[in-house]
């Protein structure tokens, strides 16, 4: 079984209508067939969802939840009941302090998982420019990430974390001492919440060119029984797949031999491959 959990259905700024569509969904899904995908799930982002939009006090998000998120899971559970197989999650950001009011929101929504993320961290961006890592010395912005990480994580609000080390994302990174610390202390702190996390293949197309994580902390999970996700993070239906072979192929190196199924917010595993 090879699974794509994360996926933005989402269309293109210049073309609103039907931006959520079932018809939308049918492009991911014949990419996915031909990427040699079983299951596709996807993860739109909760920020662009108007009903969020009392959760955040980012600028850069607030200026995008215009969307309808009731347009969204309809469209999804439309593809769902045409017999696709797709499934219903959402990639939803992280903020110490506002779990209630996420809690509140995604209870609403039959999802069949929750995709956790930190894109922000003390205000700043981690994956744009400047940015967290620009902003500190590049040790304190790992350190920093992590502890958002693992509270992403403690939160009870996820099914699995989403590019788990995306600080990495400019190719920045501490020395190789102070990395193997944090990328312990986090896959023991993701044991301890029974999430998943996710290999990533959208690393390969950023600066750091790199999957996520690195293998040093997905070692350290497969080590400890943390169940794995795969995603290709595509924002299109072409990137549906992409390189999902080098994520597959990650994680078997780190001794993994199945991949999470989600339905409904159950997990069973399956046999990878
Ligand atoms: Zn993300
Ligand atoms: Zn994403």
């Not at 996926?7 to 492009?27: C, I, K, V």
């Not at 003390?122 to 500190?136: I, K």
């Not at 999957?211 to 794995?228: F, K, N, Q, S, T």
Request: negative net charge; hydrophobic residues 40%; proline residues 5%.
């Amino acid at each position: 079984m090879i699974v794509d959990y994360h996926m933005h259905l989402r269309g293109p700024d210049n073309r609103p209508a039907g931006r959520y569509s079932a018809e939308r969904a049918d492009e991911y899904v014949e990419q996915a067939h031909r990427a040699g995908i079983d299951e596709i799930g996807f993860s739109d982002h909760i920020y662009y969802f108007r009903q969020s939009k009392h959760l955040w006090d980012i600028p850069w998000m607030l200026e995008r939840c215009g969307d309808d998120l009731d347009e969204y899971v309809a469209a999804v559970q439309e593809a769902k009941d045409r017999g696709l197989p797709v499934k219903l999650g959402l990639e939803v950001d992280y903020f110490p302090g506002i779990e209630a009011g996420l809690a509140e929101l995604l209870a609403r929504y039959p999802w069949d998982y929750l995709l956790g993320s930190v894109h922000f961290v003390d205000g700043f961006a981690v994956d744009q420019e400047p940015g967290l890592a620009h902003r500190v010395p590049v040790g304190e912005a790992w350190r920093r990430y992590f502890v958002w990480l693992r509270n992403a994580a403690r939160s009870g609000l996820f099914d699995a974390l989403a590019h788990p080390d995306l600080v990495k994302i400019f190719g920045m990174r501490p020395p190789g001492e102070e990395t193997l610390y944090l990328h312990i202390e986090t896959a023991d702190a993701i044991e301890a919440a029974g999430v998943c996390i996710e290999v990533s293949a959208a690393g390969l197309h950023k600066p750091v060119g790199e999957l996520y994580p690195d293998r040093e902390l997905l070692v350290a999970c497969r080590e400890r029984g943390v169940p794995i996700t795969l995603a290709s993070d595509a924002h299109a239906p072409a990137h549906v797949g992409r390189d999902i072979a080098r994520a597959v192929q990650l994680a078997r190196e780190a001794g993994y031999e199945t991949v999470t199924v989600f339905d409904r917010r159950d997990r069973r595993q399956e046999l990878l491959g």
